[in-house]
């Protein structure tokens, strides 16, 4: 299902990268981390969804995973940059097509997205094959997205060229998610631990939701007053939290790999 680009990306050199400073190496580990961590959840599907995460201190040049690599496989030392013109950076391989065309549109058109995580996680997806409005307000951890989301309702194939990645980008517009109809998702957000933490909480937000919508009940929503309200208050304290939760997540995915190395 993945495609690799026609003719490759070229590979060029920016002799003013510094892939040693001190938040790159954060980024890269932070970002090699949650591929890690999407495989161990069950987010990914083959080698066929990609993250990317702006380099700290550039507006041209952006970290992806290579194509051919699940998530599992991808490591601080695989991880690509690419700039927006279709140039290899640093790193062996190149990503897959849709990877760049979505992510470097992203990226290019949307300047506050500072990452990126487009997946077809199972509960997320099968949300944005029904009709209607993928996510209710039925349950809290869903309303930590009350207000952000937005739908692209006109599947178009696959992302082959910029004016697609383009289109995608203005549907995505100030949402920090994206619903792709007949598709899947795209988490946007300022940094990598909010990407995380959006990508985890709306995985479980749409597995409750399913697992209710199964029971054939008449669900009960939450009023856009106590909705809004709930939104405002985790809001608050979401980056704080957000950070929290990735430290904790890579701390267990270090002990998890620990022990398995030790066995």
């Given at each position: 299902m993945a495609h690799t680009l026609e003719g490759g990306l070229r590979t060029a050199r920016y002799t003013d990268l510094d892939l040693e400073a001190p938040?790159?190496?954060?980024?890269?580990?932070?970002?090699?981390?949650c591929f890690q961590l999407a495989a161990?959840?069950?987010?990914?599907?083959?080698?066929?969804?990609?993250?990317?995460a702006m380099v700290p201190g550039r507006d041209d040049l952006f970290f992806v995973n290579p194509y051919g690599y699940a998530f599992e496989e991808v490591t601080v030392d695989n991880l690509l940059v690419c700039d927006f013109h279709g140039n290899v950076v640093a790193g062996e391989g190149q990503p897959?097509?849709?990877?760049?065309?979505i992510h470097a549109r992203l990226h290019k058109q949307l300047p506050r997205v500072k990452v990126a995580f487009h997946t077809h996680m199972p509960h997320a997806t099968a949300l944005c094959l029904l009709q209607g409005s993928p996510l209710l307000w039925f349950g809290q951890t869903a309303l930590k997205f009350y207000g952000r989301t937005a739908v692209d309702e006109?599947?178009?194939?696959?992302?082959?060229?910029e004016s697609e990645g383009d289109r995608i980008a203005s549907v995505m517009g100030d949402a920090g998610v994206l619903f792709l109809k007949n598709h899947g998702v795209i988490v946007a957000g300022p940094t990598i631990a909010e990407a995380w933490d959006d990508l985890y909480y709306l995985e479980r937000a749409a597995q409750v939701q399913l697992?209710?919508?199964?029971?054939?009940?008449?669900?009960k929503p939450?009023?856009?007053?106590i909705a809004q309200r709930t939104y405002e208050q985790m809001r608050q304290g979401d980056a704080e939290s957000a950070r929290a939760h990735l430290t904790s997540a890579m701390r267990r995915l270090s002990h998890r790999q620990s022990a398995y190395i030790n066995t």
């Open positions: 938040a790159v190496v954060t980024a890269r580990s932070e970002l090699a981390a161990l959840h069950g987010l990914e599907e083959g080698i066929c969804n990609h993250f990317s897959e097509a849709t990877a760049f065309y006109h599947y178009n194939g696959l992302a082959l060229d697992l209710a919508m199964s029971t054939h009940r008449e669900l939450v009023p856009h007053e």
